[in-house]
C-alpha cells in the first residue's frame, strides 16, 4: 500500500468521525442529519446507517446524548433556569428537552439538579462520573 493512502474503510471512518466532531464542537446548533450526511460526504441513509454501525448508535441519539451530557454540567449551576439550560444546549423546546432527559438520565431536570449538588471537584472528573449511558 502506497504512503498515504487510505483503504475505503479508514476513509469512511474518517469521514464520519469528521462527522461525529461536528456534532460535539457545535452540539448547541441546529443539526440535522442531511446536513451532518454532507459533512462526511454520504447520503443521509448510508450516513445513518454507517455512523450507527461505526459507533452503535443513530447520528440523532448521539446528538442528544450529547446536548444531555453538556445540560447534566449546566444543571448544577443554580444561576442558570432550566429553560435556559434547554435553550443553550440546542433545544427548542422545554417539553422536548424534559423528556429527552427523562428518557436518557431517568430524572427529570429538576429532580436531577435537586439531587445532584454542586461537587469541588475537577470538572472532568464530573462528565465521566455522570456520562449518561447508551442504553
Known amino acids: 500500500m502506497a504512503p498515504g493512502y487510505l483503504s475505503p474503510g479508514e ?6 468521525l469528521r ?4 456534532m460535539d464542537r457545535d452540539f448547541a446548533a441546529p443539526l440535522d442529519v442531511p446536513a451532518l450526511a ?5 447520503s443521509p441513509t448510508h ?16 446528538l442528544q446524548r450529547r446536548r444531555i451530557e453538556r445540560a ?8 442558570v433556569t432550566v429553560t435556559e439550560v434547554a435553550e443553550q ?3 427548542e423546546s ?24 454542586p461537587l469541588e471537584v475537577p470538572v472532568c472528573f464530573v462528565k465521566a462520573w455522570t456520562r449518561p449511558s447508551r442504553s
Open 38 to 42: 454532507r459533512i462526511a460526504l454520504m
Open 11 to 16: 476513509e469512511q471512518n474518517r469521514r464520519l
Open 47 to 62: 450516513f445513518t446507517r454507517s455512523f450507527r454501525a461505526a459507533f452503535g448508535e443513530t447520528p440523532h441519539r448521539y
Open 72 to 79: 447534566m454540567a449546566l444543571l448544577r449551576s443554580p444561576a
Open 89 to 91: 444546549v440546542g433545544f
Open 19 to 22: 462527522a461525529r466532531d461536528a
Open 94 to 117: 422545554l417539553g422536548t428537552f424534559s423528556r429527552t432527559f427523562r428518557t436518557i438520565v431517568g430524572l427529570s431536570p429538576t429532580e436531577y439538579r435537586a439531587k445532584t449538588p
